[in-house]
C-alpha cells in the first residue's frame, strides 16, 4: 500500500499564476518531508523540505505546507515560470533511525506562457 | 564529470544476457543508492551502501546483484531478468546514510528495456 500518495498525475498552470502540488501520506511515523523536482533525462533534484516541527518553510519562490492532523502537504510556486515545468516528487522519512525516503509517483507540472 | 554519473543511459538486453550498470560519484560521499522507477510506479529504494557495506537490501530479487568496490563506484550486476524489470534505474550518493540529514544527489539514470 503506498504510503505516500500524489493523487494528481499532472497539472498545468499559466504562468505567473500559483502552482499548488498536493501530497498525503498515511504513515504517522513520517515526520520530515522532501520535494523533489526532476527534468527530462535529468536525476531528481532536491527542492525543499519540512520537518514536522513546522507548519511552513519557504525558499524564494518555493513553498511547502504541512498539515499534520489531516497528514497532507503541499508545495506552493508563486510565481510559477515556464522553467519550473518538471515532475514533482513528494517524499518522507523519519528521524528514528535511517528510515529510507519513500517517494510518491509525481506529479507532471506544466506551465504555460 | 561532477556530480553522479551513470553508464549506459540506455540499455536493451534480452532475458538470457548478463549485463551492468555502474554509478559513479565525484562528489566524496560515503553511501550510495540504487533505486528503480517503474512506470506509473514510485521511485523504490533497492539498496544502500554506506562505507561500502551494505545496509539495505528491499528484498530485491536475486538476479540484481549489487556491488560497491569503493565509496565512489557503484554497480548493478543483471542476469536473467523478465520484462517487468524494465525500468528507469537511478543511483544516488549521500555524505552519509541518514535521509533526515544529508541530501541524495541523483544520477540520470539508465533506462532498462529487457525483451
Redesign the interface.
Known sequence: DQQVKQNSPSLSVQEGRISILNCDYTNSMFDYFLWYKKYPAEGPTFLISISSIKDKNEDGRFTVFLNKSAKHLSLHIVPSQPGDSAVYFCAASSHSGNTPLVFGKGTRLSVIA | ETG?TQTP?HLVMGMTNKKSLKCEQHLGHNAMYWYKQSA??????MF?YNFKEQ??N?SVPSRFSPECPNSSHLFLHLHTLQPEDSALY?C?SSQD????YY???????TRLTVT
Open positions: 553522479v543511459r506509473k510506479k514510485p521511485l523504490e529504494l544502500v545496509t539495505e528491499n537511478l544516488a546514510y541518514s535521509p533526515v541530501e541524495q544527489y541523483f544520477g540520470p539514470g
